[in-house]
């Protein structure tokens, strides 16, 4: 008992020594090491209040005061921490000035404006600042809400009475007072540096509010003075062209040009030092570069091909032989399109560039007529482009652009006339674009004549300017396709046994080109919107009609969502045949092995994960909701139940063919009485090529569900057999010696397992021998087969062993009243038999 007490007296100590221990211990790990600013600030205040806290007893008063001057203390660190980092504004600052000017300087231009492409230019100027200006706004309303907060934040720290409370111990009294007012007086310092940045914001925010109503005013301008323009332009504006100087009608060419020079530079240098045009830049300059460097290793490549060089070079018109003009053209007509709202004098120079630089390229490839009418085309284009790009219309300009037009129509009608008697060599179509060119050129000149002159300068300015832009588009898909051509090319070698080496370039032409044909026609159709300004009316039209929100049944839905769901589905259908082609392609070409089979098989997988991703991507863009989704499966599920059952038979069997494998593409099987290859596992039905080039289609259920013979599951071995029969009398073990000496002679025959003779049977007329080899590629078996069945009849020809012949026994019936009409029959035929009833043949 003794030892049991004293057991637990030294358990009692052990426990008093070591819970303060445990306590210290788990104060040290809880005790976080700090690295912030605002972490330390905060150490600091707690140490220099550690006094303070230290008299804390049990007056519950002076535990809430001391509280809240820590509490007070940590947010002004935290607060002032925050102000002095500042509110950068300084960007804003630096541009209200400049963008103030600009202002008033397009108020004024609108006033003198008289056409139409110069209001519209105004007008994307105009949307680019109220860009700007919205986020600027949006950036100080932030800054107002965080002084807002602030200001929020001293309010309280005035109104707290708890500070105002004086303990009861006068030491402690003291010591509070100095911490409240030490802490008055730094929270005094940050409400007025929190007033000084009210009203900093306050000021910068009351300009950009200015600005933006100045920018409403001038953009109600701008569309007041379009609609006006528009039934002006309708009616006998200017008079006809024998009544040219009607009152009203601008006289002076060179305050016109004047003008026009000095509103379309400021424009032009708006255009390229504008910020938020800085990403277009980037871009249109990356493209530059990056197709001309693939241009050029492309061409240096292909340098290194020997004999190949020159007929790659003679396959190509432009690519190789104008690296440099190619890369230019491309770029030339892509690059408006990666600016929003581009200018028209920069639109106009991106053109006259194109047009200059197909001269270059087509001078020696194009048929000499066609390089004719384009010298005149061009010519023309300039000189509408120039009067364009005119704020006043003026009677010069007016007779200049009719004499313009009947001169573009008459070269235009002389090719026509060429193009009717030949058009080979042409490019497609072009025909058809002639005659509509010689059309819109003729309805300018008779509103020009009528006095419709506004609209007669867009429509011949938005014919010559928009040919020019569709031979541009022409040869920039000539270009991809010969950059696309070297590209392929330059990767083959003779030896080599890489993918691209199997690509063919015509198949890869008839898919991509098509492509980038109807990518081209909606560029081109946008810029025709464009030069006949009517874009922004279709952008305004078609967003209102997308966005517009129409009812079915419960449900509400915008025409916008499923365009998105649409397109987003389309692309990764898309996607997926791309992936699948080239995949399925390279495996076609190519040697494979069982395991790189069953890595080709697995593309069904990525097929089907590319549809489902798509189809929740889909969703989710078109903003479709959830529970919609799984109403529409729950239906689904309904008609399943009713007449779907084949259908989703063939989708769960693709998906078990997917991971089980038990067919591959490039197998090739036998299934419903048909052999060949398996070209494609699609995701309800398979392609099986036979051997006469027809293509089989078998529901995926039926590989699933029927026998099915695969002869290449494993390896592409097959055992060929060949029966062979000589006649009794021949030497059996001779001709077992001459048929293993061919079979192991013979180059393409397996040697592992090796080929067996075998003395098979005794026939009624022969001895029958069967010859056993293995192929390697089961696509050679037959051709196999034969050349050994040729060895050996060549060899037992040699030898002098006859190969037996089948022989066929007919027996012929004749009834007794018949013996006398067969016995004059063989008498006429010298053919007496030796009894009557039967003969043997």
């Known amino acids: ?70 509490d007070y203390t940590s947010a002004y660190v935290e607060t002032n921490s925050d102000l002095a980092r500042g509110f950068d504004t300084l960007d804003i600052s630096e541009q209200l000035p400049a963008l103030e000017k600009r202002m008033a300087l397009m108020r004024k231009a609108i006033g003198n404006s008289t056409t139409m492409g110069f209001l519209v230019s105004i007008r994307g100027m105009v949307d680019h600042l109220k860009d700007q200006l919205n986020s600027w706004e949006d950036q100080l309303t932030a800054y107002n809400n965080q002084l807002d907060k602030i200001r929020s934040d001293i309010a309280d720290f005035k109104k707290d009475t708890v500070l105002r409370t004086a303990p009861a111990d006068s030491s402690l009294r003291l010591k509070s007072f100095i911490q409240v007012q030490s802490l008055e007086r730094k929270w005094k310092g940050l409400e007025d540096s929190t007033e000084k940045a009210i009203i900093r914001i306050g000021l910068l925010e009351n300009r950009v509010s200015s600005l933006t109503i100045l920018l409403i005013d001038v953009d109600d301008k701008i569309d007041l003075k379009i609609h006006e323009f528009t039934l002006k332009a309708l009616n006998n504006e200017y008079g006809y062209i024998w009544n040219i100087h009607k009152e009203g009608s601008p006289q002076r060419l060179d305050t016109a040009v004047a003008r026009s020079y000095k509103l379309n530079s400021r424009l032009f240098r708006y255009f390229l030092t504008n910020k938020s045009n800085y990403t277009g830049h980037f871009i249109t300059i990356f493209l530059l570069l990056a197709f001309l460097g693939w241009i050029m290793n492309s061409r240096r490549k292909v340098s290194k091909t020997g004999d190949m060089h020159q007929k790659i070079v003679d396959e190509t018109s432009y690519v190789v032989k104008h690296p440099y003009l190619s890369a230019i053209i491309v770029i030339s007509v892509l690059a408006p399109f990666f600016y929003d709202h581009a200018t028209q004098v920069f639109l106009h120079t991106m053109l006259l560039i194109t047009v200059a630089v197909i001269g270059f390229l087509i001078k020696d490839v194009w048929p000499k007529p066609l390089y004719k009418f384009w010298t005149h085309l061009f010519g023309s284009a300039v000189i509408f482009a120039f009067s364009s790009l005119l704020i006043l219309n003026t009677d010069f300009d007016r007779v200049v652009l009719l004499l313009l037009s009947c ?176 995949y399925d392609f390279a495996g076609q070409q190519t040697k494979l092995t069982p395991q790189a089979k069953k890595t080709r098989s697995s593309i069904l997988l990525i097929r089907l994960t590319v549809f489902v991703v798509g189809f929740f991507v889909a969703i989710t863009a078109a903003g479709i ?197 067969a016995k004059a029959i063989a008498a006429a035929k010298n053919e007496v038999p030796d009894k009557p009833g039967d003969t043997n043949v």
């Open 1 to 70: 008992m003794s030892e049991r007490l004293k057991l637990f007296v030294i358990f009692i100590i052990a426990l008093f020594f070591l819970i303060p221990c445990q306590n210290s211990f788990a104060q040290a790990k809880k005790k976080k090491v700090h690295h912030t600013l605002r972490d330390s600030l905060r150490e600091r205040v707690l140490q220099r209040d550690s006094v303070i806290r230290s008299f804390r007893h049990s007056d519950g008063s002076v535990n809430i005061l001391l509280g809240k001057i820590e």
């Open 407 to 582: 001169y573009v129509i008459f070269f235009s009608v002389k090719f026509a006339k060429l193009l009717k008697l030949s058009a080979d060599g042409y490019p497609p179509h072009l025909r058809i674009i002639v005659r509509v060119f010689i059309g819109l050129q003729l309805v300018s000149v008779l509103l020009n004549v009528f006095g419709r002159f506004s609209l007669a300068k867009i429509t011949g300015v938005s014919a010559t300017l928009n040919l020019c832009l569709a031979m541009g588009f022409y040869l920039v898909v000539q270009i991809l396709m010969e950059s696309l051509f070297l590209q392929l090319e330059a990767n083959k070698t003779v030896n080599s046994q890489n993918f691209i080496s199997y690509i063919d370039f015509k198949v890869v032409q008839k898919k991509f080109k098509g492509v980038l044909i109807k990518i081209t026609s909606v560029l081109w159709l946008l810029a025709l919107a464009k030069n006949l300004t009517i874009d922004d009316y279709l952008y305004d039209t078609i967003n209102d009609f997308l966005n517009h929100p129409y009812q079915f049944s419960s449900t509400a839905f915008t025409f916008r969502s499923v365009l998105v769901f649409i397109i987003v589905i389309w692309l990764s259908g898309l996607l997926a045949r791309v992936i699948s082609y080239f």
């Open 625 to 821: 909701p959830m529970d919609r989704v799984t109403i529409i499966i729950g239906a689904l599920g309904v008609g399943i139940g009713f007449g779907l059952q084949n259908i989703v038979n063939n989708l769960v069997s693709g998906v078990i063919l997917a991971f089980e494998k038990p067919v591959q593409v490039g197998d090739i099987i036998e299934v419903s009485g048909k052999s060949g290859t398996i070209k494609e596992i699609g995701i309800r039905s398979s392609k099986i090529e036979c051997g006469d080039g027809s293509e089989l289609i078998v529901p995926n259920g039926d590989l699933i569900s029927q026998h099915v013979v695969n002869w290449t599951l494993t390896n592409n071995n097959r055992r060929v057999e060949i029966v062979m029969r000589v006649v009794y009398g021949s030497d059996v073990v001779k001709v077992e010696d001459l048929l293993l000496t061919i079979v192991n002679d013979h180059a393409d025959i397996m040697k592992s397992p090796s080929p067996a003779i075998f003395l098979n049977n005794f026939s009624d007329s022969a001895v029958e021998f069967r010859v056993l080899f293995w192929a390697a590629d089961i696509g050679n078996w037959s051709r196999l087969k034969s050349n050994v069945m040729r060895e050996i009849y060549l060899a037992f020809n040699k030898e002098g062993i006859e190969i037996a012949q089948s022989q066929k026994e007919i027996q012929l019936l004749f009834p007794e009243n018949g013996v006398a009409e």
